[in-house]
């Protein structure tokens, strides 16, 4: 039997390696977590280390915030309406092609196409798309409520405007949800489906009964995987609405793109963030430990 | 026989990867190979010494900017061949090109390489990573007027008085940029920041067709009591605004043409046409003693109604399109009354698309009439929102280098041939309105109408927020006037929360140190203005 190297030659090994990810990851998360106790900004003219501590006051702030706190609340439900949507339609779509039709090869690479699009450009075609004389208006709604639907002006209306965005990110993600599942029930053992259908299962309860339990791990990892990517929605509203009218659409990523970028308030950027990023935390953690840890 | 075939052409992944690496190492071998074989070129250089042209044909502004820098090279101060860097946005490329290629007939020993970026926010953000690294990375910057509070407050902007003192870059006599905009786009709380290269002051711009039309103008007279002319007051806006609109006029692609159209859009304008009513009503944004906004008063109550009234009479995409979109109307003939950049007026009598080439006309902006001693007087005043300006670096290693740089792109000359060759960079020196040779050049580019109208309107022109924290100031007040005329927000809120906002604001950089640069811009306001907050007892 092969004797165990030596511990030094383990931490010297991998020294090189933990030194990179100190370097780009760590530290500037050590940075962030001082930046947010501390009050400064570019425009001080201090240099951010001899920046005076704050305290808490830059949380405090955001607890009062209400900009901050609709933001929040808004991306929330943003990930409630939109990754649940693009679950159903992936499901649907995974579900149909499982049976063997011709051109189906060239139907899934269809499908997947809009992956391999930058969000920008999406959230560009999205945004010349519902002007009220884009092909919404002048195609689609015109042919189904008549000439009234180029009155439609989708970006002055916070509740049309929030559907906008989340139209273009089910068109673009839905594809995401389907590969996963889609992959997952064609590794659905045929034996057991056979078995059900000779003991009298009608297709309804082979789905519900056999497909659907055994890909259940898939479905929640595409889930959390899905709903922490949207929770960090910038694209979309950066280019369609501009988090408008008024700051109505605006998510908490574009909401903190402000501060840092715009208004260059750093540290308060710095402790919104913290908080983001401790709540994304604790809700993927429940999330790991009471749907998968504890199957 | 199909398991054989299917066979042959069915590699394990072993020998799949065993093909795949031989060819690229195959490949690798060849290059190499072929490279370490490749006979040495033979490479004939012909050098052509082009003697520079006489300085003497250059105006005396140009001219001591290419004497300091022949000097700072014959003195050794900088060495032969040295590299200036420009951080700038893509739509000044053209003109800055213009001024690179000029700069190299005169001064061939110093390159200057442009550093791009795509839009403005993109300049600001690599602008404010600068102060923090300070690499020396830039040694010109072309910001906006308004970040120059920004920029100075965060280091990087380098006061240039001494050179400024020492190369006289023709600010003062009958071809200085015009005041008050001269001083205020490149002063800071007293010290020189900038040389400006551009304006951007706002006209009313409007359908000279349609305004002249003497059945529009019996029609209007009949309906309103006065006559159909270009509006002198936001009043008078709204009624010839609503009286087209009524008409329900087609452009010739078919929309509907609109009576009115002035920024109220969610990106970043929307607070140039509030401010611009809010000012012309005598408002103040901060007092002048204790820094609190003023902003929550009866002008920005008068400001917020009078654009809800005109909000019927605009195409509803002026609350939620991008900038553009204003461009977009005018020249396909779907407003007619509009206010935008001089750029407008260039696109309008000059591109392909333009409807409007031989209908565009130009005024003042419109004024509001207040009480001043008893007496209505007609208070106007011209928006300049953003304007160019160019900083020197504090990081930079030749910042003497690259300030002459910039007094030679600016000096009139060759300022008037950078500003004719693009198109975000504007006139800005009186010579080039009114010494008939520069003029002649300035009609070709503008339209005389236009010249005309815009050197009044640089008279009466203001400073945006050139103060420390300018952009945030401005970007909460264009959100909510965005959002009172998207009718999300009431106008008594949201002055109380622009209000609320601003005074965070101040109190995060420091009451005193905003105060002081508030004083040292209001004074910079132009005449009208003062007049108006001195009658109003806001200005001692």
Request: proline residues 6%; aromatic residues 14%; contains cysteine.
């Amino acid at each position: 039997m092969p004797e165990k190297p030596p511990k030094s030659i383990k931490i010297l090994s991998s020294l090189p390696l933990n030194l990179l990810l100190n370097g780009i990851l760590i530290i500037p998360f050590i940075i962030m977590i001082y930046l947010a106790f501390v009050k400064w900004s570019p425009l001080m003219g201090v240099e951010w280390w001899n920046a005076p501590f704050n305290g808490l006051v830059n949380f405090q702030r955001a607890l009062s915030d209400t900009r901050f706190i609709e933001a929040l609340g808004r991306t929330a439900l943003f990930v409630a309406i939109a990754v649940p949507l693009e679950f159903f339609i992936g499901l649907a779509l995974a579900y149909l092609l499982q049976k063997p039709f011709k051109g189906k090869k060239y139907l899934v690479s269809l499908l997947i196409y809009p992956l391999m699009l930058p969000p920008v450009v999406v959230a560009t075609v999205f945004y010349l798309f519902f002007q009220p004389y884009g092909p919404v208006n002048n195609i689609f709604l015109q042919y189904i409520i008549g000439p009234s639907a180029l009155n439609i002006y989708w970006f002055l209306d916070k509740t049309l405007a929030f559907v906008t965005i989340i139209v273009a990110d089910v068109w673009q993600w839905t594809p995401f949800m389907f590969l996963i599942l889609y992959s997952g029930l064609s590794a659905v053992p045929k034996r057991l489906v056979e078995a059900a259908e000779v003991l009298g299962a009608n297709e309804w309860t082979v789905f519900w009964r056999i497909r659907l339990p055994l890909i259940k791990p898939l479905i929640l990892i595409a889930v959390i995987l899905r709903s922490l990517e949207a929770f960090k929605i910038f694209d979309y509203v950066y280019v369609m609405t501009g988090g408008g009218p008024g700051t109505t659409t605006e998510s908490i990523s574009l909401y903190i793109y402000r501060l840092a970028i715009l208004y260059s308030d750093i540290s308060y950027a710095a402790a919104v963030s913290l908080i983001v990023l401790v709540l994304i935390f604790i809700i993927s953690r429940l999330a790991t430990k009471y749907l998968l840890e504890k199957r | 026989m199909d398991e054989e075939k299917s066979k042959r052409f069915d590699p394990s992944r072993r020998q799949f990867l065993i093909t795949i690496g031989s060819t690229v190492v195959a490949l690798g071998v060849g290059y190499a190979l072929g490279y370490l074989t490749k006979p040495a070129e033979i490479v004939t250089k012909t050098i052509t010494e082009t003697t520079p042209p006489p300085i003497s044909e250059l105006s005396p502004v140009a001219q001591r900017a290419v004497q300091g820098i022949r000097k700072l090279i014959d003195d050794g101060v900088i060495p032969r061949g040295t590299t200036l860097r420009i951080l700038h946005v893509s739509g000044s490329k053209a003109q800055l090109d213009k001024a690179i290629e000029l700069w190299k007939k005169y001064v061939p020993d110093v390159n200057i390489e442009l550093v791009t970026q795509g839009t403005e926010p993109d300049v600001y953000t690599k602008a404010m990573n600068e102060a923090v690294t300070k690499t020396g990375a830039y040694d010109i910057v072309t910001v906006f007027s308004t970040w120059l509070g920004d920029m100075v407050e965060s280091g990087l902007a380098k006061d240039i008085t001494s050179y400024f003192n020492k190369y006289d870059p023709g600010y003062v006599g009958t071809c200085a940029p015009i005041e008050p905009l001269g001083s205020y786009t490149t002063l800071y709380k007293g010290s020189r920041y900038a040389l400006t290269l551009d304006s951007d002051v706002f006209t009313l711009t409007y359908r000279k067709d349609l305004l002249n039309n003497q059945n529009y103008k019996d029609e209007f007279k009949s309906i309103y009591g006065y006559d159909l002319k270009v509006p002198d007051t936001w009043e008078e806006v709204i009624d010839v605004a609503e009286f087209f609109t009524e008409k329900n006029l087609q452009s010739p692609r078919g929309g509907k043409v609109w009576g009115a159209y002035f920024y109220a859009e969610p990106a970043f304008a929307a607070y140039i046409t509030w401010t611009n009513i809010f000012l012309e009503a005598g408002g103040i944004l901060f007092d002048l003693n204790t820094m609190d906004p003023k902003i929550d008063s009866p002008e920005g109550r008068y400001a917020f109604d009078t654009l809800l009234k005109l909000k019927p009479y605009m195409p509803p995409e002026a609350v939620s399109a991008s900038w553009a979109d204003l461009y977009d109307k005018f020249i396909h003939g779907e407003s007619v009354l509009t206010a935008a950049w001089p750029s407008l007026t260039k696109m309008a009598i000059s591109s392909p698309d333009s409807v409007v080439k031989n209908a565009t006309g130009t005024a003042l902006m419109p004024g509001v009439k207040i009480e001043i001693n008893g007496t209505p007087t007609l208070i106007r005043a011209s928006p300049n929102p953003v304007n160019w300006v160019g900083i020197v670096s504090n990081y930079s290693r030749y910042p003497e280098a690259a300030y002459l740089f910039l007094q030679f792109m600016t000096a009139p000359d060759i300022g008037l041939e950078v500003v004719l060759s693009g198109v975000i960079l504007d006139l800005y020196r009186e010579c080039w309105f009114t010494d008939p040779n520069y003029r002649a050049k300035s009609v070709e580019g503008y339209g005389e109408e236009f010249v005309n109208a815009y050197m009044d309107a640089l008279k009466y022109s203001y400073p945006d927020f050139i103060i420390r924290g300018g952009p945030e100031y401005t970007s909460k007040l264009t959100t909510a006037v965005n959002a009172v005329l998207a009718g999300t927000m009431d106008p008594e809120t949201a002055l109380s929360n622009i209000a609320s906002d601003w005074d965070s604001i101040t109190k995060k950089y420091g009451v005193d140190a905003q105060l002081a640069a508030w004083r040292s811009i209001a004074q910079l306001f132009p005449d009208t203005i003062k007049t108006a907050w001195r009658a109003k007892g806001y200005m001692p």
